[in-house]
């Protein structure tokens, strides 16, 4: 029998649906007996049982035929809950039993589901990452908190040895330190200096240079104006943040998932299928809107007792 394995965000309640048959026909059949007492968790293999049931929901009032739905049945489990204390903890893999209720005049035990827990969330359905490492290699410490320092060893595509940047730059500044303006301007002057000298020497040769100033001082102006409209690295930090954890994304509608899309797409798409309501039944498994009301995806299944198969995902209804 397969059961569903979860990533769960520290503190957040997990629902938990299975499903009940009749072992003689394999139509939907109502189980009897479900309780709390009957949900029991191990963590990581141990066979010590969670000593405490506070946190465990039975949902729909009873957990038993959910909206009516004969042989559909749920609970839910809160990882928030630290009535045993230290149970919860990141990282751990955890296997919920239930054990035991009647079936079709059986007395039965079994896997509900697994799940690992994840860091918390600070902002709800947007996992916490921190990197520690890039391809295996520990990453430096941001020399600005919150910020990654970043070693860059191609430029345009092409391996670029950058710690001699500044060294280039430096010979760069040598080499064109004699096309400077030979008229006892020093070198490294303004541009504004250099042109209201070259005014000055061929004032005495009739040319008029007082335009020449005036097209430098505005061509070094619309430099400026340029240069200091480009966003800084914190702008850009911010709005990389404000991306990941300020902004909010409507979930997709109903349709077939598009084999090539965006990624914000297929994260949006993972979250409504861990969120939204879902039904199953032996040959048909949908997954509704967020109103409960429309299926918007389905996808058909089969199981011949060897394999059980999951059609591709298509639109509802």
């Given amino acids: 029998m397969s059961f569903p394995v979860y990533a769960v965000p520290a503190g957040d309640v997990l629902p938990i649906f299975f499903d ?9 059949i109502t189980l009897t007996g479900l309780a709390v007492t009957d949900i029991e968790i191990y963590k990581d293999g141990s066979v010590t049982q969670r000593a405490s049931d506070a946190g465990y929901t039975l949902l729909d009032t009873d957990g038993i035929d959910f ?8 609970f839910s489990v809160d990882t928030g809950d630290n009535t045993d204390a230290g149970f919860y903890t990141v990282g751990a893999w955890f296997t919920v039993v239930v054990s035991a209720v009647t079936v079709d005049g059986q007395t039965v035990s079994f896997i509900a589901a697994q799940f690992r827990l994840m860091a918390a969330e600070s902002v709800a359905a947007k996992p916490k990452v921190d990197v520690d490492a890039w ?11 919150g910020v990654p320092e970043v070693d860059l060893t191609h430029v345009a595509g092409a391996t670029t040895n950058v710690s001699a940047l500044a060294t280039n730059v430096d010979a ?5 330190a004699d096309m400077q303006p030979k008229l006892g301007t020093p070198a490294g002057a303004s541009l504004s200096a250099d042109l209201a000298a070259i005014e000055a020497q061929t004032d005495d040769i009739g040319i008029a240079g007082a335009g020449l100033t005036a097209l ?16 800084t690295p914190a ?3 911010t709005e990389v943040a404000d991306a990941l ?3 909010t994304y409507a979930e997709p509608g109903q349709g077939a998932p598009a084999a090539t899309t965006t990624l914000a797409a297929k994260i949006n798409y993972l979250y409504k299928a861990f969120r939204n309501r ?11 809107n967020d109103a409960e009301t429309v299926v918007d995806h389905k996808a058909t299944v089969s199981d011949d007792a060897t394999t059980a198969i999951k059609q591709k995902i298509v639109s509802g209804p």
């Fill in 20 to 28: 009940s048959f009749a072992g003689s026909t394999g139509a939907s």
């Fill in 67 to 74: 909206d009516a739905i004969t042989g559909i049945h749920g």
């Fill in 135 to 145: 391809l295996g290699t520990a990453a430096a410490t941001p020399t600005v908190a």
């Fill in 172 to 176: 760069i500044l040598t080499d064109t």
């Fill in 216 to 231: 430098g001082d505005t061509r070094i102006a619309n430099l400026d104006t340029t240069v200091s409209s480009r966003a």
């Fill in 235 to 237: 702008q850009v930090a």
């Fill in 245 to 247: 954890a300020t902004d």
């Fill in 278 to 288: 879902k039904r199953q039944t032996a040959t048909l498994w949908e997954l509704m």
